[in-house]
Structure formats: C-alpha cells, structure tokens
C-alpha cells in the first residue's frame, strides 16, 4: 500500500530513471567485443573472492533479520552466503566467460536465386528485468549472464537478500569498470517498496523481457500484471518415477539425492512414483534412508503398509511444492498410470525415471512434456551450470522462446542480415 501521491511518484520516477540508464548502457552493450565482456566478468569473479569478507558481513545481517522473521530452515538455506557459496559465484562468472560469445553468432544462412544473400544471427534482447526472492546468487547468475548475452539488465531481488545483493552488485560493477564498460548495465531497484515491482512490470518503453524467479505467488502476480513479455517457472513440482526395470542400488542412491541434497530449490523431487510391483522390494531401503535424513516421507497406503512410520498422504499432496524436507510417495500400476499422474499433477518442470529398460526410458521422455525429462539421474541436475551454461537465469516452463534452463543463448533473439547487389523485387 502507498503512503500517498508523492510516493507513487517517487517509485514511478526511480524505476524510469533505472530503464532510461539500462536502455543506453543496452546499445553499448549490444556493440561490444567478446574480449570486454569476458574481462568484465572475470574481473567480476576476482571482486568477489577480494570482497568476500564484505558480502559474508552482509549476509549476516540478512541471515539474522531472517531468523527473525521466522524463515523456514529451507529459505535460509537458500539466503545463506559462505566462502563455498561464493567461491561458486566466482566460478560460474568465469564459466560464463568461457562459454562462446553468443552475439552475431549465424544461426542459417542460405542464398536465394536472384542472388539475395540471407542470414539469421543472434541479437541481445536489450534489457532485462529480473525479479527474485531469497537467492542472492541469483544477483551474480543473473548479472553475468544477461552481460555475455550483451543485455542490460534491472535487477529486484527480495527484501530478505537486500544487503547480500548489494555486496555482490558492488563486484559486478566493478568488473564492468575495470573493463571500461558501464556500470549501469548491471543494476538494482534500490527499494524493497513492492509499488517497485509493479512498476517494473509495465516499463514497456524501457524493459523487453521480465524473468520471474520465485515462489508462486510472485510469479502468479507476475502472470497477471506483467505488460512485459515474460519468461515463466510457475512451481518445480518434480517427479521421480521407478519402473519396475529400476535398479535398486540406483534408485536409493537417485530418490535420496533428488529429495535432499538441496530441499529448497526448484530442481527437488516432491513426489516419488513407483510401480506397484516392486514397491515392497524397492521402498524399503529407501524409506529408511529418507527418514534417517530427517525427512517426512507420506504415502498412499500401500506406501503406509510398506513402512508404519509413513504418514498419510491426501489429495493436496500430490499437488504441493514443499521446498522443504518433505515427500510424498504414491504407488502406480504401471508407466501408463505414472505418466497419467505426472500429466495431471505436474508443473511441467522436470521428471526422470529410474529404469534399465531403454524402451520404457524413452517412452517416458517422449510421452511428457516437461521442460527436462531424465533417465536414470538426479531432478537436481535440472540446473544451467550443470547443464553445461556456466549458470542460468532460472528454469523456463513456458512454451514460447526459452524452456528449460536459460543461459545465455535464450537471452537472445536473432534477425535477418540480407545482402544484395542491386535486387528489386519485381
């Protein structure tokens, strides 16, 4: 809710002042080498280990104030910076570097008979708007790649990673001084004022796209209001499925991975499927080994009566993105039904199976439309840096432009160069 006039207008002319400031940082952008931009970003990746110490400072205040909040153990998770944690934001800036200069990239080219020559080459999209929540890696991800794709981009992060984010601003305006190209191709609304984030969302004239990366209430506001084409990733309700050809070793090693190596991002499974004859052989072991975990396991009750300490599992369930150490396990007769159930409760985000026969692992990932289908692998592979993308903006379930992970290649269109020698069209 607004204080009054004044401050509406106040929001109105800082987000203006942000796009006007992107818009012409854009077209340098656009126009610079591949060499500018790689040194930028590893002057980016030297800043944050020199400021280490700073951005740790700065999370802890986050750190503390999210506490008190009453944050669950999964968002802090997500907050918290360490010497790891940036040490890994150093290094996904340096892979970013790496990776080919999507920019002028030919995509086609062909000739035409009255000599017309023709072709399709990537383009920046221009500037970006960015709005997430408690990740404030998400600031150095999404900065660096929006700077190798050329882009400009306006970032808004969440309230709880305000001072994290800022530290990690300070280093990649750093690395874009150093390589003397402007710092305001990287920049943060300056407010946590949510009238920020509306404003953002209708900035036409300033922001070309706008990637949503958070909850689903945040993205569900962003579907609604969003004036600005957008990239969507509504909800990471992830399945892994066991088939009857599964291996046990892998399928225990698989499910405790895909649930619990990091409960609070996108990429976790929340609900387990497994063929209803070799259920009792397969779920016992890895029950136990959720549960040692410390995770809540729910079940169906063929589920239940495979292990008593499972607890009931309702309808609700098998539609709940938990982000926490919770999941839900349901028995299927067959690839059929499983893949029935994944088509009416899923986000279309990523399921796998765990399964030795290639006939059935194929017939799953052609028969699902997820964004990222998987065979015998962890849902937590469903990331860009493991994918080979130095790192990515989020994971896109839409269908339009980008789907799956976006790296710098979807932070790109392309348009038609055409030279001729003199053709009138008769």
């Not at 500018?36 to 400072?57: D, F, G, P, V």
């Not at 008190?68 to 802090?76: F, R």
Request: charge should be negative; charged fraction near 25%; hydrophobic fraction near 45%.
């Amino acid at each position: 809710m607004m204080d009054g006039a004044g401050k509406t207008d106040d929001i109105a002319a800082l987000m203006a002042d942000l796009g006007q400031k992107a818009k012409a940082a854009a077209r340098v952008l656009a126009q610079a080498s591949a060499e500018q931009k790689n040194a930028a970003l590893m002057a980016a990746a030297e800043a944050l280990h020199a400021n280490a110490a700073a951005i740790k400072a700065a999370n802890a205040i986050d750190m503390a104030a999210g506490k008190e909040k009453g944050l669950s153990s999964a968002l802090l998770d997500r907050l918290l910076l360490n010497d790891g944690r940036i040490s890994g934001m150093a290094k996904s800036l340096e892979e970013i570097a790496a990776l080919a200069d999507p920019v002028a990239q030919v995509m086609d080219e062909w000739d035409r008979p009255n000599g017309l020559e023709i072709q399709r080459v990537r383009t920046p999209l221009g500037v970006i708007g960015i709005i997430y929540e408690s990740r404030p890696n998400v600031t150095a991800d999404a900065g660096g790649l929006c700077l190798k794709a050329g882009n400009a981009c306006i970032l808004r992060g969440g309230s709880e990673s305000l001072n994290s984010s800022r530290a990690i601003l300070t280093a990649l305006q750093a690395g874009l001084r150093i390589a003397g190209l402007p710092e305001t191709a990287i920049q943060m609304v300056p407010t946590t004022d949510r009238a920020a984030v509306g404003e953002m969302l209708t900035m036409t004239k300033y922001i070309d796209v706008i990637v949503p990366r958070g909850g689903q209430s945040l993205v569900e506001r962003v579907m609604k209001e969003s004036r600005v084409p957008t990239f969507l990733h509504l909800t990471g309700l992830c399945h892994t499925y066991l088939h009857a050809g599964a291996d046990p070793g892998k399928a225990r090693k698989i499910v405790l991975n895909a649930k619990m190596r990091r409960t609070g991002i996108c990429g976790a499974t929340e609900t387990l499927l497994v063929d209803e004859s070799v259920a009792a052989k397969l779920l016992p072991p890895i029950i136990d080994d959720l549960i040692k975990a410390e995770c809540e396991v729910r079940g169906d009750a063929a589920v239940q009566k495979i292990d008593t300490r499972v607890k009931a599992a309702t309808s609700e369930d098998w539609d709940t993105e938990y982000l926490d150490a919770i999941l839900a396990v349901k028995t299927v007769k067959n690839i059929d039904d499983a893949i029935a159930h994944i088509r009416a409760h899923g986000s279309e985000h990523t399921e796998s199976i765990i399964t030795e026969d290639t006939e059935a692992a194929e017939k799953f990932m052609s028969a699902l439309d997820s964004a990222i289908v998987m065979h015998n692998a962890s849902t937590q592979f469903a990331d860009g840096g493991e994918f080979g993308m130095g790192a990515e903006i989020g994971i896109a379930t839409g269908r339009l432009h980008a789907r799956g992970p976006v790296g710098v290649e979807q932070l790109t269109t392309f348009k038609y160069k055409v030279r001729g020698d003199g053709q009138v069209r008769p």
